[in-house]
């Protein structure tokens, strides 16, 4: 199993910036990639960014040039630092880690969940 702490939301005003972080442990050497998601009352979660082991970086259209993700392998912790924030921007932020077994089902891992809520 994987553990996730995430940390780092709150409240701020739009145009404002806020910095993410989640750390992983136990079988971390079985994750392939971390990232953040979000989700709103009554609406689906979605992908925000995510980063594989390789570096590779993945955003949402609705964040691209605005959020960064970035990863510190030996904290094994991965930060979302999020600028020029919107007040489409307010849910509840979870980081989440994936592994890929070798039937190339994918496993993910759910963080507890932090609110960001952006003022107009």
């Known amino acids: 199993q994987v553990q996730l702490v995430g940390s780092g939301g709150g409240l701020v005003q739009a145009g404002g910036s806020l910095r993410l972080s989640c750390s992983a442990s136990g079988r971390i050497f079985s994750i392939n990639g971390m990232g953040w998601y979000r989700q709103v009352p009554g609406k689906r979660r979605e992908l925000v960014a995510n980063i594989a082991n390789d570096g590779t970086t993945n955003y949402a259209d609705s964040v691209k040039g605005r959020f960064t993700i970035s990863r510190d392998n030996a904290k094994n912790t991965v930060y979302l630092q999020m600028n020029s924030l919107k007040p489409e921007d307010t849910a509840v932020y979870y980081c989440?880690?994936?592994?890929?077994?070798?039937?190339?089902?994918?496993?993910?891992?759910w963080g507890q969940g932090t609110q960001v809520t952006v003022s107009s």
């Open positions: 989440n880690a994936y592994s890929v077994d070798s039937d190339y089902d994918i496993h993910d891992y």
